[in-house]
């Protein structure tokens, strides 16, 4: 493989003991030839600037000032001579292959711009659990798990800036970090999607670990910190047009309940209300056949997510769905903000195949929190509460569960997440509440949201899909329609679940419904005939066997006009229809001279 110099940029502000721990594991787990070492200072008062001064291998800017971390690595990058550019924070530690496994990924595609490693301490889903505690076990965990020899790269919409490889010429199309965010703080954010709009691919390497500490040049700042978050996510919403969080957060959790067994399966998965579609790209990375779909109103955000699915600007309640196209769709934490959830929910159910599944995150109106709110007066809408102000709706459990049943979903699956930081007055208040409650346990009093997975059908339904298929086939009749008739008779099918199932068939779906008609005759099941045949002459009111077999059914139950009034609908009539035509006018006769 080709080698490649890259230029390692490093920004300190105090923190001595920090800087030194990260260069000296850069020169003991990096190739000298491999790198230039540029390190910008913003006016340490430790001894920092002292101790680089002394360093040989290190080229320094000292500035006289602290013009913050954009600012300071651009002041950086204007150095670089490297083929790529590493922003790394100097409170991380790296580890041996930490750069070859790094350039190996960036360097896979010509489409691939930036990619990062994961680590113990990140504000994002770069971060992995742990089990070290000490740095000497730290080195033992972190070079064991670089020589992972799988490649395992996971595209995202944005890396975060502790260790961030991008390419030089990426970073010359691209141009320097946007200063607006200085001191610090989503100038990472912010960059990512100016890499992914220029074409290019962002990869975590899940196979490449590094150390982080985490928060030096804030963590002794924790209210400034925040301030600043909060000042300069508004400064990036209004560039993009989109939160930095909200717009970008993966749903883990909903991705988790795709339960297809074979993860190279080509699946078909919708998230409706995607975002910038962090979620799909999760998917993809579970199940990289996948083919994603994805529906957002807000622009900005879709225009992100169409550079990895096939995405429609637009509002959900107004889209219309072609049927049994999806094996997944995704709802998460958007019901609640629709006018008509009932109805969408009904049209997403013919949207699925026979064996889809919806996947639903939905905020529980029965937490404790919005109870004590509305019985104390208090702001329903505020940052403390789950309640957002984008809500229409609200949904308990059973109001969810109804919801699904109403829509007529074969099998509904649910699972509460529980609020894990409850005060003790918090918990008072919800022993209050059950006591003096029928209807409300602790635990649902704790849920903050539930999760669900809801099956289109049922198993018995699938079951029925099964024989109807093999019915479709050409498999033996008798054996397949009596299974189907013991099910009608347990009232584990019904006919209006046989119909549906039978007009969604692409072939012989007038012959399926005669044959089951005159088997469920035969077997004294009246009532569930006629819809069958009905259903036969919606989809062709001049079907042969159709008209013949309705004919024979109300002749054999005494209706004779009726019978001689299908019969001669039928437009060639051979021996059969002919015999039966003489037996109906006959029995009218006899039935005439009798009166």
Known sequence: MQSYKTTIIILTYNKLEYTKACIDSIRQY?????????????????????????????????????????????????????????????????????????????????????????????????????????????????????????????????????????????VDQVGLLDEAFSPGMCEDSDYSFRIMKAGYKLLVCRNVFVHHFGSTSFGDMPEQRQQLWNLNREKFERKWGFHTAYHTQSREDLVQLIDDPNYLNNIKILDVGCACGATLLRAKYKYPNASLYGIEKNKEAASIAKAIANVTVANVENEMFEPDSFDYIILGDILQELDNPWKLVSSLRNAL?????????????????IIYSLLNGKLLYSENNLLDKAYKRFFTLVETKELFIKARFGQIEYMAVNDINIS????????????????HSSEDLKTMRYLFRVSKYDLFRQRLNDLLNRLSQGDDHSEITMQIVVDLKNKIVDTESIVESVTRMDTNRQHILNVLARCFFENELYDDVIPLLNASLTINPKHHDTLYNYSLILHMIGADKQALDYLMLIDEKDSEVSRLQQSIIKNLGDKTSNS
Request: glycine letters at 6%; charged letters at 20%.
């Open 30 to 170: 990096t190739p000298k030839k491999n790198y230039q070492l540029v390190v910008v200072d913003n006016l340490s008062t430790d001894g920092t600037r002292e101790w680089l001064a002394e360093q040989k291998d290190i080229l320094t800017i000292f500035n006289e000032e602290n013009v913050g971390f954009p600012k300071g690595c651009n002041q950086g990058i204007e150095l670089a001579t490297g083929d790529s550019i590493l922003l790394l924070n100097n409170d991380v530690i790296v580890t041996e292959n930490w750069l070859t496994l790094m350039i190996n990924c960036l360097y896979s595609s010509e489409d691939v711009g930036a990619v990062g490693p994961v680590t113990n301490s990140a504000y994002g889903d770069q971060e992995i659990l742990t089990s070290y505690s000490t740095l000497d076990e730290m080195w033992e965990f972190g070079n064991s798990y670089n020589y992972t020899a799988k490649q395992d790269w996971e595209q995202k919409l944005k890396l975060i800036g502790f260790c961030m490889l991008m390419k030089r010429e990426v």
């Open 353 to 369: 195949k026979p064996t889809g599944k919806i996947l639903v995150s939905i905020p529980n109106a029965a937490h404790y929190s």
């Open 424 to 439: 003790d007055a918090g918990h008072a208040f919800i022993n209050e509440l059950t006591n003096i409650s029928n209807n």
